[in-house]
Protein backbone atom coordinates (compact mmCIF):
# COMPACT_ATOMS: atom_id res chain seq x y z
CA UNK A 1 0.00 0.00 0.00
CA UNK A 2 1.03 3.64 -0.43
CA UNK A 3 2.98 5.36 2.34
CA UNK A 4 3.46 8.63 2.72
CA UNK A 5 6.51 9.97 5.53
CA UNK A 6 6.97 13.58 6.78
CA UNK A 7 9.65 14.47 8.96
CA UNK A 8 7.87 13.39 12.26
CA UNK A 9 10.24 15.48 14.81
CA UNK A 10 9.07 19.35 14.52
CA UNK A 11 11.09 21.64 13.12
CA UNK A 12 12.22 25.08 14.81
CA UNK A 13 13.66 28.15 12.69
CA UNK A 14 14.35 31.41 13.43
CA UNK A 15 12.25 34.05 11.68
CA UNK A 16 13.52 35.42 8.37
CA UNK A 17 15.04 32.10 7.43
CA UNK A 18 13.48 29.73 4.92
CA UNK A 19 11.63 26.44 6.44
CA UNK A 20 11.73 23.03 4.16
CA UNK A 21 9.18 20.45 5.06
CA UNK A 22 9.48 16.84 3.25
CA UNK A 23 7.00 14.57 1.94
CA UNK A 24 8.19 11.74 0.44
CA UNK A 25 6.28 8.86 -0.69
CA UNK A 26 6.99 5.13 -1.77
CA UNK A 27 5.39 3.08 -4.79
CA UNK A 28 3.97 5.36 -7.47
CA UNK A 29 3.47 9.39 -8.09
CA UNK A 30 -0.04 10.84 -7.69
CA UNK A 31 -1.39 12.27 -10.15
CA UNK A 32 -1.21 15.83 -8.12
CA UNK A 33 0.03 16.71 -4.13
CA UNK A 34 -1.54 18.97 -1.83
CA UNK A 35 -0.21 20.70 1.05
CA UNK A 36 -2.31 21.90 4.07
CA UNK A 37 -1.57 24.28 7.12
CA UNK A 38 -3.42 22.98 10.24
CA UNK A 39 -3.30 25.04 13.09
CA UNK A 40 -3.71 23.33 16.75
CA UNK A 41 -7.37 22.56 18.04
CA UNK A 42 -8.71 23.62 14.00
CA UNK A 43 -9.28 21.43 11.00
CA UNK A 44 -6.50 22.00 8.08
CA UNK A 45 -6.70 24.63 5.40
CA UNK A 46 -5.46 24.01 1.41
CA UNK A 47 -2.35 26.01 1.03
CA UNK A 48 -1.77 24.85 -2.62
CA UNK A 49 -1.25 21.87 -5.13
CA UNK A 50 1.35 20.96 -7.55
CA UNK A 51 0.37 18.82 -10.87
CA UNK A 52 3.22 15.50 -11.51
CA UNK A 53 4.65 17.40 -14.46
CA UNK A 54 5.22 20.68 -12.62
CA UNK A 55 8.33 20.95 -11.41
CA UNK A 56 7.40 24.06 -9.08
CA UNK A 57 4.80 26.21 -7.51
CA UNK A 58 4.57 29.43 -6.04
CA UNK A 59 2.77 30.97 -4.10
CA UNK A 60 3.46 34.81 -2.24
CA UNK A 61 5.99 33.13 0.32
CA UNK A 62 5.20 29.39 -0.14
CA UNK A 63 6.95 27.48 -2.82
CA UNK A 64 6.60 23.72 -3.62
CA UNK A 65 8.83 21.20 -5.62
CA UNK A 66 7.68 17.78 -6.63
CA UNK A 67 9.87 15.37 -8.09
CA UNK A 68 8.85 12.13 -9.18
CA UNK A 69 12.08 10.45 -9.66
CA UNK A 70 12.95 10.67 -5.70
CA UNK A 71 9.30 10.62 -4.90
CA UNK A 72 9.49 13.29 -2.90
CA UNK A 73 8.26 17.15 -3.10
CA UNK A 74 9.70 20.13 -0.98
CA UNK A 75 7.40 22.27 0.67
CA UNK A 76 9.28 25.84 1.29
CA UNK A 77 8.12 28.76 2.71
CA UNK A 78 10.93 32.12 2.98
CA UNK A 79 11.17 34.99 5.16
CA UNK A 80 9.41 33.11 8.06
CA UNK A 81 7.23 34.71 10.33
CA UNK A 82 6.00 33.08 14.15
CA UNK A 83 2.85 33.31 12.49
CA UNK A 84 3.81 30.31 10.19
CA UNK A 85 4.00 28.23 13.28
CA UNK A 86 1.79 25.10 12.37
CA UNK A 87 1.38 21.97 11.11
CA UNK A 88 1.99 21.24 7.78
CA UNK A 89 0.18 18.70 6.43
CA UNK A 90 0.94 16.63 2.36
CA UNK A 91 -1.54 14.99 0.94
CA UNK A 92 -1.73 12.50 -2.35
CA UNK A 93 -4.32 12.58 -5.44
CA UNK A 94 -4.64 9.70 -7.91
CA UNK A 95 -6.93 10.80 -10.06
CA UNK A 96 -8.88 14.23 -10.56
CA UNK A 97 -11.30 14.43 -7.89
CA UNK A 98 -9.85 11.50 -6.46
CA UNK A 99 -9.75 11.06 -2.99
CA UNK A 100 -6.62 12.14 -0.48
CA UNK A 101 -3.87 9.94 0.94
CA UNK A 102 -2.19 12.57 4.00
CA UNK A 103 1.32 12.30 5.81
CA UNK A 104 1.23 12.66 9.02
CA UNK A 105 2.17 16.17 9.34
CA UNK A 106 5.35 18.03 10.22
CA UNK A 107 5.12 21.15 13.52
CA UNK A 108 6.57 23.73 12.50
CA UNK A 109 8.02 26.08 14.80
CA UNK A 110 9.19 30.16 13.73
CA UNK A 111 10.82 31.92 17.04
CA UNK A 112 11.28 35.52 16.83
CA UNK B 1 -23.48 29.53 8.36
CA UNK B 2 -20.65 29.68 6.69
CA UNK B 3 -18.23 26.92 5.17
CA UNK B 4 -18.67 23.78 7.02
CA UNK B 5 -19.61 23.53 10.77
CA UNK B 6 -19.53 20.39 12.77
CA UNK B 7 -21.64 19.63 16.62
CA UNK B 8 -20.79 18.88 19.03
CA UNK B 9 -17.35 20.60 19.47
CA UNK B 10 -16.34 17.86 21.87
CA UNK B 11 -18.41 14.60 23.82
CA UNK B 12 -17.02 12.26 26.46
CA UNK B 13 -19.04 9.03 26.06
CA UNK B 14 -19.90 5.69 27.79
CA UNK B 15 -18.79 2.93 25.89
CA UNK B 16 -21.37 1.16 24.27
CA UNK B 17 -23.38 4.28 23.76
CA UNK B 18 -24.29 5.54 19.96
CA UNK B 19 -23.40 8.67 19.02
CA UNK B 20 -24.37 10.74 15.99
CA UNK B 21 -21.63 13.31 14.98
CA UNK B 22 -22.79 16.07 12.93
CA UNK B 23 -21.75 17.66 9.71
CA UNK B 24 -22.94 20.84 7.21
CA UNK B 25 -21.99 22.75 4.68
CA UNK B 26 -23.17 26.08 3.19
CA UNK B 27 -20.67 25.57 -0.10
CA UNK B 28 -23.22 23.21 -2.14
CA UNK B 29 -20.03 21.11 -2.74
CA UNK B 30 -20.95 17.60 -3.79
CA UNK B 31 -18.07 15.85 -2.33
CA UNK B 32 -17.82 15.07 1.64
CA UNK B 33 -16.20 13.26 3.96
CA UNK B 34 -15.11 12.07 7.76
CA UNK B 35 -11.62 11.56 8.82
CA UNK B 36 -10.47 10.52 12.06
CA UNK B 37 -6.99 12.43 13.13
CA UNK B 38 -4.80 10.16 15.64
CA UNK B 39 -1.75 11.20 17.22
CA UNK B 40 1.29 10.03 14.67
CA UNK B 41 -1.31 8.51 12.15
CA UNK B 42 -2.18 11.55 10.72
CA UNK B 43 -5.68 12.24 8.68
CA UNK B 44 -7.72 8.73 7.70
CA UNK B 45 -10.62 8.71 5.67
CA UNK B 46 -13.52 6.67 7.28
CA UNK B 47 -16.55 7.16 4.83
CA UNK B 48 -17.25 9.49 1.98
CA UNK B 49 -19.70 10.57 -0.31
CA UNK B 50 -19.56 11.94 -3.80
CA UNK B 51 -23.34 13.44 -4.22
CA UNK B 52 -26.24 13.21 -2.19
CA UNK B 53 -27.92 10.09 -2.00
CA UNK B 54 -24.62 7.41 -2.27
CA UNK B 55 -21.75 6.81 0.38
CA UNK B 56 -18.51 4.78 0.42
CA UNK B 57 -16.26 3.36 2.68
CA UNK B 58 -12.89 4.95 3.27
CA UNK B 59 -9.43 3.04 5.00
CA UNK B 60 -11.17 2.51 8.62
CA UNK B 61 -14.99 2.71 8.01
CA UNK B 62 -15.35 -0.24 10.64
CA UNK B 63 -17.34 0.65 13.70
CA UNK B 64 -19.20 3.56 11.91
CA UNK B 65 -21.93 4.39 9.16
CA UNK B 66 -23.01 7.39 7.42
CA UNK B 67 -26.10 8.88 5.34
CA UNK B 68 -26.17 11.57 2.84
CA UNK B 69 -29.50 12.40 2.27
CA UNK B 70 -29.05 15.93 0.93
CA UNK B 71 -26.37 17.69 -0.25
CA UNK B 72 -25.61 19.96 3.05
CA UNK B 73 -25.49 16.73 5.19
CA UNK B 74 -23.25 14.39 5.82
CA UNK B 75 -23.98 12.68 9.41
CA UNK B 76 -21.63 10.16 10.72
CA UNK B 77 -22.88 7.62 13.83
CA UNK B 78 -21.28 5.33 15.85
CA UNK B 79 -23.44 3.01 16.44
CA UNK B 80 -21.59 1.49 19.87
CA UNK B 81 -18.84 3.36 20.60
CA UNK B 82 -15.63 1.45 21.83
CA UNK B 83 -12.56 3.29 23.71
CA UNK B 84 -10.69 3.03 20.73
CA UNK B 85 -12.52 5.33 18.60
CA UNK B 86 -11.39 7.81 20.93
CA UNK B 87 -10.16 10.56 18.17
CA UNK B 88 -10.37 14.08 16.61
CA UNK B 89 -12.64 13.72 14.12
CA UNK B 90 -12.96 15.92 11.11
CA UNK B 91 -15.72 16.77 8.70
CA UNK B 92 -14.31 18.22 5.55
CA UNK B 93 -16.34 18.99 1.48
CA UNK B 94 -15.13 19.36 -2.35
CA UNK B 95 -16.57 20.59 -5.05
CA UNK B 96 -14.82 17.34 -6.94
CA UNK B 97 -17.12 17.51 -10.08
CA UNK B 98 -15.96 21.19 -11.29
CA UNK B 99 -14.05 20.71 -14.36
CA UNK B 100 -11.15 22.38 -12.81
CA UNK B 101 -11.35 20.57 -9.08
CA UNK B 102 -7.94 18.98 -7.99
CA UNK B 103 -10.43 18.12 -5.03
CA UNK B 104 -8.85 20.81 -2.49
CA UNK B 105 -10.82 19.85 0.64
CA UNK B 106 -12.47 22.60 2.93
CA UNK B 107 -12.46 20.93 6.30
CA UNK B 108 -14.91 21.75 9.70
CA UNK B 109 -13.22 22.63 12.99
CA UNK B 110 -13.76 19.07 14.45
CA UNK B 111 -14.93 17.04 17.12
CA UNK B 112 -13.03 15.50 19.72
CA UNK B 113 -14.47 12.46 21.37
CA UNK B 114 -13.48 10.72 23.93
CA UNK B 115 -14.54 6.94 24.41
CA UNK B 116 -14.43 5.92 28.62
Known amino acids: SQKIEQNSEALNIQEGKTATLTCNYTNYSPAYLQWYRQDPGRGPVFLLLIRENEKEKRKERLKVTFDTTLKQSLFHITASQPADSATYLC???????????FGQGTELSVKP | IAGITQAPTSQILAAGRRMTLRCTQD?????MYWYRQDLGLGLRLIHYSNTAGTTGKGEVPDGYSVSRANTDDFPLTLASAVPSQTSVYFC???????????????FGPGTRLTVL
Open chain 2, 27 to 31: MRHNA
Open chain 2, 92 to 106: ASSDSFRRSSYNEQF
Open chain 1, 91 to 101: ALVYNQGGKLI
